[in-house]
């Protein structure tokens, strides 16, 4: 499958019954007449151009609640995969906990990715058929691969921290073998790949709102990191117990800090950046979620401040709810991207525009306007 073959990137002017001058098309009688007068049709006008003013250029995504959350699954997994090999990497002996909680998250969020993805593809074959050929170029196939190498090692190294705290048989004793460093570097490439890819594949569609600002990718790989550290913060604080190592709360906890604050950042950009397009994420229904997801966002990095300034067990619970809250609003934020691009891919005006020829947009050359 590739990109043009998606619903979405076609157009509907294939599938009309008269042209825009409301000359007779299929179905007409053999004598030239259409069986309806041109009015009833609607294709008479007394300016061509205005024809198909109320038809809508592209179709209506078929993406919803599947890709909605392989977006989010994938994204949590991306973020815990990456903190957990930091700590196995940087963190010492002191930070093993975190980084074997870290690899149990990532590989626990990874699990449902291949049955959310491979039920909207509607059939097997078709994730298989993506894994014939390497083309990096192909966001749709890119992200094939990220999610199967990602998965192998998200698997791989959750099994290794497994068999460090029970006693695996048969492949306890072989994973042991396995260095720890060796799985966190070579993990990391596939990890972000898969994080930061599915924003970049809704920007390769032409719907206005996934298409205007060059920085959707980097919200979701933003959202993803934060997530993930969100998910691995409240791992470890059920199973600790809120009875931990106070050096090791603390920096994780700063370290959600700094990540929730980027999503901020980025968020803020990409809004700004979206310009006329930004339309479907501030009205009706996905407004709704848009705004529960932008307060959670913005809300964050102050629940996350306080929460560090506490002590003891409190510090713990603090730190829980501002975990709790981030993973909701990057579900959120992902349900309100995906279901504004429905909105905005029937918005005819909002095509027109987002498609103008261009010297900021790929493929049009200054002499173009």
């Known amino acids: 499958m590739v990109m043009r073959d998606l619903p979405f990137l076609q157009t509907r002017h294939s599938r009309t019954h ?22 009833e049709r609607g294709a008479a006008h007394v300016r061509p151009r205005d024809a198909y003013r109320d038809v809508p250029i592209l179709v209506k995504p078929p993406w919803g609640h599947d890709i909605s959350l392989y977006f989010f699954s994938g994204g949590v997994s991306c973020g815990a995969f990456v903190l957990g090999a930091l700590a196995d990497l ?18 626990a969020a990874m699990a449902p990715c291949p049955v959310l993805l491979i039920h ?49 048989p048969v492949v306890g004793p072989v994973l042991r073998l396995l260095p720890r460093r060796v799985l966190a570097t070579g993990g990391i490439p596939s990890a972000l790949t898969l994080g930061g890819y599915t924003g ?14 060059p920085l959707l990718g980097g919200l979701f790989m933003a959202s993803s990191l934060s997530t993930g550290a969100a998910a691995v913060t409240l791992a470890a604080e059920l199973r600790r117990g809120g009875h931990g190592d106070d050096d090791a709360d603390e920096g994780l906890a700063r370290l959600d800090l ?55 067990p409190r510090k713990g619970k603090r730190a829980a709810v501002a975990a709790t809250v981030t993973l909701v609003s990057g579900l959120l934020l992902r349900y309100g991207v995906v279901f504004a691009g429905h909105t905005s891919a029937l918005d005819r005006e909002a095509t027109i525009e987002a498609t103008k020829p261009s010297p900021h947009v790929a493929g049009w050359g200054a002499h173009a306007i």
């Open 200 to 213: 970049v594949l809704l920007g390769t569609s032409s719907v206005p709102v996934w298409m205007t600002s």
């Open 18 to 39: 008269s042209d825009a001058a409301g000359n007779v098309g299929r179905g007409a009688y053999s004598n030239g007449s259409t069986g309806v007068n041109q009015g």
């Open 258 to 312: 700094v990540l929730s604050a980027a999503e901020v950042a980025v968020l803020a950009g990409y809004l700004i950046t979206s310009g006329k397009a930004v339309k479907p994420l501030l009205n009706g229904g996905t407004g709704l979620l848009m705004a529960a997801a932008t307060t959670g966002i913005v809300a964050t990095p102050v629940l996350e401040a306080v929460g560090l300034r506490g002590e003891g």
């Open 120 to 168: 909207d593809l509607g059939r097997r074959s078709r994730f298989h058929h993506m894994l014939r050929i390497f083309k990096p170029s192909s966001p749709m196939n890119l992200g094939a691969w990220a999610l199967t190498v990602h998965g192998a090692f998200a698997t791989v190294t959750a099994a290794h921290a497994l068999s460090e705290e029970v006693e695996l």
């Open 90 to 107: 940087v963190g010492g002996p002191r930070r093993r906990g975190l980084a074997r909680t870290a690899h149990y998250v990532a590989f």
